[in-house]
């Protein structure tokens, strides 16, 4: 479980701007590998009638899915789960924006909309993305019911949570004594129970694997050699 989708990113060039990365659709699944991308953007393409005037658009390469690819590469294969065996969610089940220099919402305002303007299209409309604590709050008042049915649906013992606030929506889920936020310390990688639905379910919180920061890399490598020792061992 992660806290919200990624989205389906397209690269855009025209005669007056270039687009490395833009956001056109919500990823298909949660944790979507990008493998179809160029299918996806082909069919986005014709769902909004592209023309040829308006520029040259191609998928944005390994931007698209590489969250689904670090969680079926670097979590599930350590965990020996086939990904086609998983049951892939968000706490919340809509993209949202990133604000500031460098961001999508910036590339949306000072370039798309400006197109948009000129061409009569509708400006971009998406929501910004909230603090931690209100996406959190988001969740549990409006989607912990759709979270615990399918949780009773998936029938799944093990629930991965992947960053501070998918392991925050989690403890609302459920009693039990998980931790209220992660730690790249020694107890990183350690599962812990609680009980939702009058079951027992494992749960491990790990980082989510958009997380980039030295020490967060560090403790997710140390839990990948530990789950090889022991996979080597038995």
Request: aromatic share 8%; charged share 20%.
């Amino acid at each position: 479980m992660g806290i919200y989708p990624s989205a389906l990113h397209i690269r855009w060039v025209s005669q007056d701007f270039r687009i490395a990365a833009l956001a056109v659709d919500e990823e298909p699944w949660p944790f979507w590998d990008g493998g179809d991308q160029d299918h996806r953007v082909q069919t986005w393409q014709t769902k909004v009638g592209w023309r040829p005037a308006w520029g040259e658009v191609s998928p944005a390469g390994r931007l698209n899915g590489s969250s689904g690819v670090s969680v079926r590469d670097h979590v599930l294969n350590a965990l020996g789960i086939d990904i086609g065996r998983a049951w892939l969610t968000d706490a919340v089940p809509f993209f949202h924006v990133h604000r500031g220099p460098g961001t999508q919402g910036a590339a949306m305002s000072s370039r798309y909309d400006g197109f948009a303007r000129q061409h009569g299209l509708p400006l971009h409309n998406l929501p910004d993305r909230p603090s931690t604590d209100r996406l959190i709050q988001y969740a549990v008042e409006h989607e912990l019911g759709r979270l615990r049915a399918e949780l009773v649906d998936s029938k799944a013992s093990l629930m991965i949570t992947l960053g501070n606030e998918a392991l925050a929506v989690a403890a609302a889920l459920g009693e039990g004594d998980l931790p209220l936020a992660l730690s790249p310390g020694g107890t990183y990688g350690v599962t812990c129970t609680t009980r939702i639905e009058g079951r027992s379910i494992q749960v491990l919180p790990l980082v989510h694997p958009g997380q980039r920061a030295a020490a967060w890399r560090a403790a997710h490598d140390r839990w990948l050699e530990s789950r090889a020792e022991g996979q080597a061992r038995s």
